[in-house]
C-alpha cells in the first residue's frame, strides 16, 4: 500500500496562480472555441462529441507555453487517441475491455511517437 500512500501525501506545492490577463485569455480562448463548435453542432443538426475539449482549451489557453500544448501534441495526441479508439471499436467492438485496450494503447502509442497530450474517453 505504499504507492497509495505517495498519492494522498501532499508535499507537493499548488502551482503559482496565473496573472489576471492570462486567466482572461484562457477564458475567451475556451469560450469562443466551444462557441464554435456548439455553433457548428447547431447549424449542421449534427452531435458533434469533444470529450476532452475542455481539458484541451484549458492546456492550450491557460498554459500554451507547456509542452502538452504544442500543435504537435495536441493535434498528434487527438489524432492517435482518436484514430487507435475507432480501430479498437471495428474490431472489438464495445466492452468494458476494449475501451480498456483502447486507452492503454493509445498512452503507448502517444508516447513512442512523442505526442503525449490527454486522452478522450466516453464510457456510456
Known amino acids: 500500500m505504499k504507492i497509495f500512500q505517495h498519492w494522498l501525501q501532499a508535499n507537493e506545492p499548488r502551482p503559482a496562480r ?3 490577463n492570462m486567466i482572461l485569455t484562457a477564458w475567451l480562448g475556451g469560450f469562443l ?20 475539449f ?12 507547456s ?15 482518436s484514430l487507435t479508439g475507432l480501430v479498437i471499436m471495428a474490431f472489438c467492438g464495445v466492452h468494458w475491455w476494449s475501451m480498456a485496450l483502447g486507452v492503454g494503447t493509445a498512452i503507448a502509442l502517444m508516447l513512442l511517437l512523442r505526442v503525449p497530450h490527454h486522452l478522450p474517453v466516453l464510457i456510456r
Not at 41 to 49: A, H
Not at 54 to 65: E, K, M, Q, R, T
Open 33 to 52: 472555441a466551444t462557441a464554435a463548435f456548439a455553433a457548428s453542432s447547431e447549424i449542421s443538426q449534427l452531435p458533434l462529441v469533444l470529450g476532452s
Open 18 to 20: 496565473l496573472p489576471l
Open 67 to 81: 509542452p502538452f500544448s504544442q500543435p504537435r501534441n495536441v493535434i498528434g495526441g487527438h489524432f492517435i487517441a
Open 54 to 65: 475542455g481539458a484541451s482549451c484549458l492546456l492550450v489557453f491557460a498554459y500554451p507555453n
